[in-house]
């Protein structure tokens, strides 16, 4: 795959684990991983899915022996051992159950579960991750500046989101928090917290969905300065403009990435 489809990919990968992230809970809660994402991710990775009795199961070699073997459940442990005994310990008939030894199994399964939850799902991201070369060339870095700024004038906004988006990924960039996000707008930008719980945003690449425009704010703001907060929301409303609109702003951006290199 080309680079840009990479990055791509590793946006996907980092969406779909965002949003699994939110739908794991204490067990207390009523909330419950989502298995459908959870399965859409597993899919990007290298672990191959086997169902055995009534579990969906997904394992992966290892050079160190034993397998991994991930349980889709609400708990999405992962086991290091053969998948009989997974099988046996999450779901045994009743004749297993008559053994003591498969008893002591079943209730501790500490000798053989690695992970869980959170710890599981940042296992799978980073096997979907591993396979990914994210390394660029200029070239790369200009056709998505140039793919961008074709988008823009074409009109065409999923195309000019999608481009904001690697330039956001690549450059670091951050989706505005409170007091700088709009539901109107696409908002990507330098974020600090400053101690105290304060913090700075710029610079700041804005896309006006509605009327589809661009623009760039280049210094940073404080989210604890009302003058500039203003001044912020009177670009949003179009009453003000930024220094830096339209194609321009592809070109700003593929700068702080080339510099970078």
Known sequence: MSFRENLLKKLEINRLTGQIRKSIAPAASEIRLDKVLMRQLLALSTFEHRRERDLDLYTKETVEGDPLVLVLDNELPIYQTDVADVVLRKSPYTKEMLSIRNIIKILKD?????????????????????GLDLSYTAED??????????????????????????????AGFQPAPAPFNSKHHVIFGKLARRDGGGVEFGPVVIYDRVHDSLGLIEEPLSGDDPEQIERYRGILDGQQKPAIRGGKVFEYLKKIVLSKQ
């Open 110 to 130: 500490s000798d053989v579960k690695i992970s869980r939850k959170e710890e599981s799902l940042e296992t799978v991201r980073a096997d979907c991750l591993a």
């Open 141 to 170: 870095i200009k056709s998505i500046a140039y793919d961008g700024a074709a988008s823009l004038e074409s009109k065409y906004p999923e195309g000019v989101i999608e481009n904001l988006a690697l330039f956001a990924e690549l």
